[in-house]
Nanobody, 117 residues
Framework: QVQLVESGGGLVQPGGSLRLSCAAS????????MGWYRQAPGKQRELVAT???????NYADSVKNRFTISRDNAKNTVYLQMNSLKLGDTAVYYC???????????WGQGTQVTVSS
């Protein structure tokens, strides 16, 4: 059974930082592209960042130079370091594991991030 379990969300003031973690089980973690997506109230889910099996990263323009995605294959965990948080970063953040050739796509349950003064 595949599980992606996010943690690290919470309430933070504008300008603050949070680090999200996503622990994966039930998959060969190292061969998956891992990603973070978010969904704000009334909006569609959007890409935040992805990291390939080879370590290549991709970011949404809105988070470039503020967020950093990384992975630890030994721990089957992907991270999202979020700095200089803005009110517009408020959303539920979801972890994703994707392998195109295997036609496999998995999602976590999400973790709430609220940026508020």
């Amino acid at each position: 059974q595949v599980q992606l379990v996010e943690s690290g969300g919470g309430l933070v003031q504008p300008g603050g930082s949070l680090r999200l973690s996503c622990a994966a089980s039930g998959i060969i973690f190292s061969i998956y592209t891992m990603g973070w997506y978010r969904q704000a109230p009334g909006k569609q889910r959007e890409l935040v960042a992805t990291i390939t099996r080879g370590g290549s990263t991709n970011y949404a323009d809105s988070v470039k130079n503020r967020f950093t995605i990384s992975r630890d294959n030994a721990k089957n965990t992907v991270y999202l370091q979020m700095n200089s948080l803005k009110l517009g970063d408020t959303a539920v953040y979801y972890c994703n594991a994707n392998h195109r050739e295997l036609a496999s796509d998995y999602w976590g349950q999400g973790t709430q991030v609220t940026v508020s003064s």
